[in-house]
């Protein structure tokens, strides 16, 4: 193994944080050099973070890029990390978010200021993001899963808007609340594996064996199920997330929306379902309901909002109803829809949350009825790449959004052996009549905002279209929701591999 | 889809390996006009039309290669894997699939041509060739496809295009209200016609179209899941190609510019339902046999209904769009009458493109000289157009089933088969709706052409760009029948286009002369009303009747008031409603009861613990000197130190271990 392949993870999810305490360092009157230099900070780790890509090698299914060094030799907690199809779309997807966030804060930087500490908490934040999806050892994914919280709790409580201290506090706490339990859980992981191990491969291989007895998978996977169910967020888990979405300045809400949702759903695949599979199967269908729930209750939401921004926090909820869905039929169809549908969600809602803020930072309003329609007329391009993005999250085909909705469907209908077809089936059908009332929230979106005429207010307002930073932040995102869609096997062919052997293992293969 | 990767299946691909290229070509021609067209004279209309016009007469060429009695060939490329699961994208190229590339690729050059003169100076030019080109990319490629899941992207595809051009004219709320409308409507089809996919993917593990026909004739598929797959897939049908309960949409959506109606809402893309019952036949005809009677009854239900709606309307365009829904259903009612109906079926769907698209061209081209849609308003003018008359004429004589026009051939196929399976209700509704049919047309050309102009302005005939693709239309509507023209021995389209053995009926006078007698009789009952422009619509003596089809049956008023608004507003006001006080309620209970407790806490804390801390007061102040530095109510610094904390954490624990 040679040392690149030892050590470029660590490297690439380690630059953002040592950017951060340099720009911590720099002064703060010069602002344009802390805003360059963000970029080429983040720049340079999505260099690092590709360049992975020409030496991963895409056929095998088990950890690359591996390196497995004692850290706290106490509790036996070892710096174990590695990158295998499951989670290399999320770790890319990351880098390229988080660069592109880094992009338009050239531009955009919320109220009240303060760049260094912007820019510096949402670096940090993408050391904790990555971390997430490289740990293999449950007390480094613990320790880069709360890395996470902190700087997200500062960016919407000081950029945030009106609102924002209560919708900080609420994200804050609602997921404290929920990693307290699954720090429980991990630690009956630990305390009941023979030895005990915190590495999550380990675990694995000693659950397969047949290691943890059914009732204890059983509770523990309540513990784990809270944390990540809070996360993703699961309904009814999730009225955290509505607010601080609405609240959170748009860097945020991208990252939030595209990366931090789908540290939850990524835990159930890594964690909760190779480990404790018997509990998983066990609690398949509840999850599989409230998937669906989640799918019907987001979507009727979304009709009753007034705030563009919540409508699309909202949207979020629906679709991640449909990852939760291919989760819970524990099969590689609904595994694999289910990566894709992280992927896309990241893709596409992201590069809503990036629009909304630009809408927002030109009208000055979020409001549907105060914008009061006509957007095609005054900014076209904005406007334009506005329907294209929520049409791609209603799931046109040809567009990223479908597949992982459309593979989400048919594990339902062929759920894993041993879950209940009907149940499956029924739920499936609530999921189809999802999709027609996601097309009807976003259309109706679109009448409102983009189409009909000018309203008088805004006839003689000096707004502006596209802005070239705006372009080039968005071009990449624009590019993927067609490439993805055209080319599903871009993410599919990835994750093949990796999810066949983690079905094989836990005997679902 | 790499040419060098192609393999033939069933025997020499030949001439119709080209056949992809045809789907391609308007693709491409969509993504030029999107990111060039401003840019380019003409405004990137050529793009379109060289590239539907290149695509023409590839399809030609392919179309050769039947004429030759060539067989079906099939390419395909893989495109992804999932699970057990491979999904390709490829093309099957047989009789079917030859004609309608070719019906395709002629409507849609008629039409492009046709909006060089009638979309000149729209703002949004540009894109509206964008859209056309992109919507006839997907056509295409619902036609081409040899696997569902392709199938299935083009069909959604050709759903938004849709959406996207019936709102063309979205300053108007009217519009963007007929777009949602169509968009949601044919997506209600569109769910059961997925799970439908689901069960035959499930049931023979591929999405492939002809492996699964062949798993269908080897019997591997249990009778039930042909039952279902087959009624769910009808579900997609009856929403794209505007059966009842699902035609709502269709009449709405003539909001949307002239040439849209006639690509997409009459001549194309509300033929893919017909088309995919034409294409999945095998899971229809191997059902349990009332999955076809179900479809008999969709069908006559919506022949009738609609025709009876086109009857009483006052735009032309709508008389046309009923007209269209009502002629669907022949063709559904065709196809439901087993292999026998099959090639008739599918004739109607070939020869009725031709001239819908002329009619709806030609009601274009009035719109266009009289600037209003209400035929109240026009009225004798067949001497200011006397092109848009004739081959107007024309068409509602081929609609109309008047011998020896292309209409008359197809319908009376459907009728007489009908008859002949001894299906005797589709029989007598069929024959009941031609006459009626007739009737409304002869109505709409009377009020549009004859009497006395009635509107503003002088209206005076369309420039070339417009008659010029009516009277190619109106040509082919003439002859296009004769490629089935049974009383000549002529059977030409039956031999491309055929299910089993493909047998056809002989032609029989008797039959024939009925219809045609039913149509005179219509002709001559529209004459006797219509001759004279009456301020007063006589059918209004129909009374409650009237009434009745002037509120559409009700129907759109039981879908806005019991469906669409309860759900639009009550229900999405309930879910926000439990979201803000249900479930928020149960976490500001919890937050609001850990506060609680933290204040007991820290009574406690003060009384009990903190006398004995008190005596440390000394410490504490001293204490409190450094903390006051980092208590600075910076966030900035506090964000500092958390980090510096957390690193230092690490490293101090990773050093001790």
Not at chain 2, 253 to 257: E, F, N, Q, S, V
């Given at each position: 193994m040679s040392g690149w392949e030892q050590s470029a993870i660590t490297i690439a999810t380690f630059l953002p944080a040592a950017g951060a305490m340099v720009i911590a360092m720099l002064p703060r009157d010069r602002d344009r050099f802390i805003r360059g230099t963000a970029v080429v900070v983040t720049g340079a780790a999505l260099v690092v973070a590709v360049a992975m890509l020409f030496s991963f090698d895409f056929g095998a299914s088990g950890l690359q890029f591996e390196l497995d060094v004692a850290w706290i030799s106490v509790i036996g907690a070892r710096y174990h990390v590695g990158i295998d199809g499951i989670s290399l779309a999320l770790f890319e997807l990351t880098f390229l978010l988080t660069f592109l966030c880094a992009v338009y804060s050239w531009k955009v930087i919320p109220k009240p200021g303060k760049t260094k500490a912007f820019l510096a908490l949402m670096l940090l934040l993408e050391t904790g993001m990555a971390g997430t999806f490289i740990a293999f050892d449950l007390v480094l994914f613990f320790v880069f899963w709360e890395l996470v919280l902190v700087p997200m709790y500062f960016l919407i409580g000081i950029w945030g808007s009106a609102n924002r201290e209560y919708a900080a506090i609420k994200f804050f706490l609602y997921t404290l609340f929920g990693s307290v339990f699954m720090l429980l859980g991990f630690l009956g992981m630990f305390f009941q594996s023979e030895p005990h191990t915190f590495d999550i491969i380990r675990l694995q291989e000693y659950a397969a064996g047949g290691g943890f007895d059914r009732t204890f998978q059983l509770v523990a996977f309540i513990g784990v199920f809270l944390g990540f169910a809070i996360k993703v967020p699961m309904w009814p888990f999730h009225t955290w997330l509505p607010d601080a979405h609405t609240e959170a300045p748009t860097v945020g809400s991208v990252l939030l929306a595209g990366i931090l949702l789908k540290m939850g759903t990524y835990g159930f695949i890594r964690i909760a379902l190779p480990i404790l599979p018997d509990a998983a199967k066990s609690w398949a269908p509840w999850i599989a309901l409230l998937g669906v729930i989640a799918i019907v209750y987001g979507a009727l939401a979304c009709l009753a909002q007034k705030d563009l921004k919540r409508l699309i926090a909202f949207s979020s909820v629906g679709h991640m109803g449909f990852v939760m869905l291919g989760i819970a039929t524990m099969t590689p169809v609904g595994i694999n829809a289910a990566i894709f549908g992280m992927v896309a969600h990241g893709v596409i809602t992201g590069m809503l949350f990036f629009e909304v803020g630009s809408i927002y930072d030109r009208y000055h309003t979020r409001e549907i009825a105060e914008i009061g329609g006509g957007m095609m007329l005054k900014v076209p391009y904005l406007a334009g790449l506005f329907a294209f993005t929520a049409i791609a999250s209603l799931g046109l085909p040809g567009l990223a959004g479908f597949w992982g909705e459309v593979l989400a469907l048919l594990s339902a209908f062929s759920p894993a052996e041993g879950l209940s077809i009907p149940l499956y089936r029924t739920l499936m059908v609530f999921g189809g009549i999802g999709t027609i009332l996601t097309a009807g929230y976003f259309l109706w979106m679109l009448q409102r905002v983009n189409m009909g005429t000018l309203p008088d207010r805004w006839r003689d307002e000096a707004i502006v279209d596209v802005s070239r930073v705006e372009w080039v932040a968005w071009a990449p995102l624009l590019v993927a929701i067609l490439l993805l869609g055209v080319w599903p096997r871009l993410i599919l062919g990835l994750s093949e591999e990796a999810v066949a052997s983690l079905l094989t293992l836990v005997g679902l293969g | 889809m790499v040419a060098a990767a192609e393999t033939a299946v069933n025997g020499e691909a030949g001439t119709t390996a080209l056949a992809w290229i045809v789907t391609v070509l308007p693709l491409v021609s969509f993504f030029l006009i999107v990111l060039f067209g401003k840019r380019l004279p003409g405004g990137g209309a050529w793009i379109g039309i060289v590239a539907v016009g290149a695509g023409l007469v590839m399809s030609l060429v392919v179309l050769s290669h039947f004429i030759g009695g060539g067989e079906a060939t099939e390419l395909s490329e893989d495109w992804f894997r999932v699970g057990d699961l491979r999904f390709e994208l490829g093309q099957y190229v047989d009789g079917l699939t030859a004609v309608m590339l070719v019906v395709v690729t002629t409507v849609s050059l008629c039409v492009q041509v046709y909006s060089l003169g009638y979309m000149r100076g729209d703002a949004r030019f540009t894109w509206f060739y964008a859209v056309i080109s992109l919507f006839t990319g997907s056509m295409l490629n619902v036609v081409i496809a040899n696997n569902l899941l392709q199938l299935l992207v083009g069909w959604e595809l050709m759903g938004v295009c849709s959406y996207l051009l019936i709102g063309h004219w979205w300053e108007e709320k009217e519009n963007s209200d007929s777009a949602i409308k169509a968009f949601i409507t044919t997506r209600i089809g569109d769910v059961p016609f997925l799970f439908g996919i689901f069960v035959l993917i499930v049931a023979t593990?591929?999405?492939n179209i002809p492996e699964i026909t062949g798993a269908i004739g080897g019997g591997a598929i249990s009778r039930g899941l042909l039952t279902a797959g087959a009624l769910l897939l009808f579900g997609g049908a009856i929403g794209k190609s505007a059966q009842f309960p699902l035609h709502v949409w269709l009449p709405d959506?003539?909001?949307?510019?002239t040439p849209v109606s006639a690509l997409i809402h009459a001549a194309t893309m509300v033929a893919a339902g017909v088309y995919l019952v034409g294409r999945m036949f095998s899971v229809f005809v191997n059902a349990d046999p009332w999955v076809l009677t179900f479809v008999a009854a969709i069908g006559a239900t919506t022949m009738l209904i609609a025709a009876l709606l086109a009857m009483i309307q006052d735009d032309i365009k709508r008389v046309l769009a009923y007209s269209t829904v009502s002629q669907l259903a022949y063709m559904v009612a065709g196809l439901s009458l087993g292999p026998a109906g099959y090639t008739a079926g599918l004739f109607h769907l070939f020869t009725h493109a031709f001239f819908k698209a002329l009619l709806f061209l030609g009601s274009g081209s009035v719109i266009h000289a009289v600037h209003s849609n209400n035929m109240s308003e026009m009225g004798g003018l067949r001497r200011p157009m006397p092109v848009t008359f004739w081959t107007f004429l024309i068409g509602s004589a081929a609609l109309s089933g008047i011998p020896p026009l292309a209409g008359f051939w197809s319908k009376d196929e459907i009728i007489s088969t009908a008859f002949h399976e001894q299906h005797y209700i589709v029989w007598g509704i069929a024959l009941v709706t031609a006459v009626i049919t007739a009737f409304y047309m002869a109505r709409a050309v009377l009020l549009t052409f004859f009497g006395e102009y009635r509107g503003h302005g002088h209206p005076h005939e369309s420039p070339a760009t417009i008659t010029g693709p009516l009277v190619v239309l109106a040509g082919l509507s003439v002859v296009v029948?004769?490629?089935?023209?049974t009383a000549f021995d002529v059977t030409l389209f039956s031999e491309w286009v055929h299910f089993g053995e493909g047998e056809h009926l002989p032609f029989n006078y008797g039959f024939a002369a009925i219809s045609v007698v039913g149509a005179l009789a219509g002709i001559a009952v529209g004459y006797r009303l219509y001759a004279r422009w009456r301020e007063r619509d006589p059918l209004r003596r129909l009374g409650p009747a009237y009434t009745l089809l002037e509120r559409k049956y009700f129907l759109d008023d039981v879908y806005l008031r019991g469906v669409v608004r309860p759900i639009q507003y009550r229900a999405s006001a309930a879910v926000n409603w439990s979201n803000r006080f249900i479930l928020d309620g149960i976490v500001h209970t919890f937050a609001w009861t850990a506060r609680q407790f933290s204040r007991l806490v820290e009574v406690v804390d003060r009384r009990v613990v903190d006398r004995g801390v008190n005596t440390a007061a000394g410490l504490t102040g001293f204490t409190g000197g450094i903390l006051r530095y980092i208590q600075s109510g910076n966030v900035q610094r506090y964000a500092v130190f958390l980090f510096v904390g957390v690193i230092l954490l690490a490293i101090g624990i990773s050093i001790r271990a």
């Open positions: - | 593990g591929t999405a959506a003539m909001a949307g510019p029948g004769f490629l089935n023209a």
